[in-house]
């Protein structure tokens, strides 16, 4: 399992923000994904072969999230 860490640009509420959790979350590959508003810090726990770092980082900005940098 690999781990990503990304500072996320938030402009939204917790619960819009929380939907990018849910979404990456029921990515095939991906064990747990969980955003913390307070810190705007998403953390991914996932399979580096089944799911790739970029695809993650893609999908949350069609989501609408800006990463702004890893952690």
Do not use: H, W
Request: aromatic share 6%; proline share 1%; net charge positive.
């Amino acid at each position: 399992m690999a781990n990503k860490t990304y500072l996320l640009e938030t402009k939204s509420c917790p619960s819009c923000i929380g939907s990018v959790g849910t979404a990456l979350g029921r990515t095939a590959g991906v064990k747990q994904a969980d955003v913390q508003y307070n810190s705007s810090k998403l953390r991914v726990e996932f399979d580096g072969i089944m799911v790739k770092a970029d695809e993650l980082r893609n999908r949350t900005e069609k989501l609408g999230f800006n990463i702004l940098s890893e952690v």
